[in-house]
Every structure is written in structure tokens, then in C-alpha cells.
């Protein structure tokens, strides 16, 4: 009998702890603002763009590698 009360209590702890659990989380979700509409983004601003070089081609990888290894 002593063991069975000890788990029964434990599992109501639980249970109860699941319940609170579930409802703090409604209420946050309730406490969320539905529309983000209002938070205007500032515009970006104009940088110039860098230009990048472009990757090197399969015959540039090729040539280098037989530089290296000559």
C-alpha cells in the first residue's frame, strides 16, 4: 500500500505539473500579438555593391596545380 501511494502521488505531481505547464503556455500564446504588421522595417541602406572576382575556371585550377607540383 505504501508504495502505490508513493507512486500514485508522483504521478499526480506530474499530471499536475503537465496541466500548469499547458496552461502558462496558452496563456502566452494568447499574449502574443497576432499581426506583426506594425513593426516597420528600415529601408536598407545603399551600399555599393563589391564586386566580387569570378571563381576561377576548371582549366586555371588545373593550370595551378600543375604549377604547383612541378
Not at 500548469?20 to 499574449?31: A, K
Request: glycine fraction near 2%; charged fraction near 20%; hydrophobic fraction near 35%.
Amino acid at each position: 500500500m505504501g508504495a502505490c501511494s508513493i507512486y500514485y502521488r508522483v504521478y499526480r505531481r506530474q499530471q499536475a505539473r503537465a496541466r500548469f505547464l499547458r496552461q502558462v503556455e496558452r496563456v502566452e500564446s494568447q499574449n502574443q500579438p497576432r499581426i506583426i504588421c506594425h513593426i516597420i522595417t528600415p529601408a536598407p541602406i545603399a551600399t555599393p555593391a563589391i564586386q566580387e572576382p569570378p571563381p576561377p575556371t576548371y582549366q586555371e585550377v588545373v593550370a595551378a596545380t600543375q604549377y604547383e607540383d612541378a
